[in-house]
């Protein structure tokens, strides 16, 4: 039966005129949801169990009530030559939630000691408040960072398909941007492209598709390599004459594109040790090499010196290890657990050669150590402290292992080193994310490298009981990697010699066990 409506029932329900409360905690804003602002964390997030991010802080807008009216002239500014440059503003609440959360928390993960800082600091982040791709790019990657964080099963109820779908939306508009700088030419195309490309590197690596992150990184070293070979820079005088052998290094004038170089070539030797390949795409960037080492007698002034000097150490190793490798030699490292078994005597030369320069810096660490005792260290220094020690035990490990590979001491004590490294982050409750990070790889190479059963399943215990990703490395997949490895030896399906070192490589060596057996 139809229902006569009065003039009065057919009036329009409207909200009241007042203006809507923008005031809300960003986790609200990025849920849609009203906030009771509740400081320092609302009530809703405390209900839902969630992460409140806070609030933004807003300038204050002075009524222009009593002002007298009065007209300004605005000078003439061109429009900029290209639609993907210029001053933009984030007005959309998600977005601004997004580039918040990637500056403040993913930041947080993405900066490690001295590698990573001057590329988010001085580049990424600014560049997004005026470049278009990049803006999209660091908005995906808040999105992708804040996936990340739920894929935590203990904080399942936070996975939400609006953050996901924003997140690969902004990616493949970054793309599109991207895709318009290039063919357009402007100058700034190649910093720009490079940037969006260690940022869509990290993406990848928070969204697990692992080998999408490796195809960007080739292409970033193949855009480098061209572009400095169009400048046609020469090459650094920076770099020492070491043992009689010199090295090709090469740099850029410009800083900014030192300063991606450096982020591509970390990246480049971390996805080298996750496929088990010594040799990665030639990138014409290394790191600046301490000329000395100094007085083994004396302690470092400072740890961002020891820092620093380990790669002294690399640079003294690779370069001899390097000097007379053939191809030859590269297919048949491929195919054994670990990389020095196939070279032995490329290895042995090196060895012999860095472990002199091993001696002097550990006894420097070890003076400065001494030096310090008593000292009360704060956390960043704490932790820069055991990372120096973790390469300790690692350079000690690899310069003393043998045919039988590292033994169970050396294992241990590397072991207990990454243990100190993770109480001191204990604090942290979520999954981290680390640019690189040298945890995984280290627990990686006492799962392969150590031949003891008992040390073994400790190192895969380790890694069951964190929620961490370095790069193309995780924490649970690498577990469960080494737990069938394990089984494989357990059983005596194949014997530690037969296995190929790098997790692909291990991966696909053991599917095609299972298959067979």
């Known amino acids: 039966m139809m229902t006569v409506q009065t003039e009065k029932q057919r009036v329009k329900r409207t909200r009241a005129r007042t203006c809507r409360v923008r005031t809300g905690c960003l986790t609200c804003k990025i ?58 503003m984030l007005v959309d609440r998600t977005d601004n939630a997004l580039h918040h959360h990637a500056r403040v928390y993913a930041a947080h993960d993405l900066i490690s000691f001295d590698t990573g800082r001057g590329f988010w600091q001085q580049l990424a982040f600014p560049l997004s408040h005026i470049v278009k791709p990049v803006r999209h790019a660091i908005i995906a990657l808040g999105g992708a960072h804040r996936c990340f964080w739920a894929s935590n099963p203990a904080e399942g109820a936070l996975v939400h398909a609006d953050v996901k779908n924003e997140a690969i939306q902004k990616y493949n508009e970054a793309i599109q941007c991207i895709q318009l700088v290039m063919t357009g030419g402007f100058e700034e195309s190649t910093q720009t492209t490079l940037t969006c490309c260690v940022i869509f590197i990290c993406i990848e690596n928070l969204l697990g598709r692992f080998s999408h992150a490796v195809c960007h990184l080739h292409a970033a070293i193949r855009l480098l390599n061209c572009h400095r070979q169009k400048l046609q820079h ?133 003076l ?39 033994t169970k001491e050396n294992s241990c004590h590397i072991l207990e080193r990454v243990e100190d490294i993770l109480q001191i982050e204990s604090a942290q409750t979520r999954p981290v994310f680390k640019f690189d990070g040298d945890l995984l790889s280290s627990v990686g190479f006492v799962c392969t490298a150590c031949r003891d059963g008992d040390v073994r399943n400790l190192a895969i215990s380790l890694l069951r009981s964190i929620r961490r990703r370095e790069g193309v490395f995780d924490s649970q997949e690498m577990a469960g990697l080494f737990s069938r490895m394990a089984s494989v030896l357990d059983g005596k399906v194949a014997t530690w010699e037969a296995l190929p070192w790098g997790a692909t490589r291990l991966s696909l060596e053991l599917s095609r066990l299972s298959d067979t057996s």
């Not at 007209?71 to 500014?77: E, I, Y």
């Not at 005088?237 to 740099?251: A, E």
């Not at 932790?383 to 350079?395: F, I, P, V």
């Open 31 to 88: 849920r849609h949801l009203k906030c009771d602002e509740s400081k320092p964390e609302c009530k809703r997030c405390i209900k839902d169990q969630r992460k409140c991010d806070g609030y933004s802080k807003h300038v204050p807008i002075r009524s222009n009530h009593n002002r007298p009216w009065s007209v300004t002239v605005l000078p003439h500014k061109p429009e900029p030559s290209s639609p993907c440059f210029g001053d933009m």
């Open 234 to 366: 020469p090459p650094s005088s920076k770099i020492p004459d070491i043992y009689g052998l010199k090295r090709g290094h090469s740099t850029y004038d410009d800083d900014m594109h030192d300063i991606i170089s450096e982020m591509i070539y970390w990246l480049s030797q971390n996805v080298a040790l996750y496929t088990g390949d010594l040799y990665v795409p030639e990138l014409d960037w290394h790191p600046c090499i301490p000329s000395i080492l100094g007085d083994e007698t004396l302690p470092f002034s400072s740890l961002q010196e020891a820092r620093e000097s380990l790669s002294y150490l690399d640079f003294v190793y690779e370069a001899n290890f390097n000097s007379d490798t053939t191809s030859a030699d590269i297919q048949r490292q491929r195919s054994c657990p670990l990389p020095l078994k196939a070279l032995s005597h490329h290895y042995t030369n090196a060895a012999n050669l860095t472990q002199a320069a091993y001696n002097v810096w550990s006894s420097r660490l070890d």
């Open 368 to 406: 400065f150590k001494r030096s310090m005792s008593g000292v009360q260290l704060g956390p960043h220094e704490q932790q820069s402290l055991a990372w120096c020690e973790l390469q300790q035990a690692l350079w000690r490990a690899f310069l003393n292992c043998s045919d039988g590979g590292y």
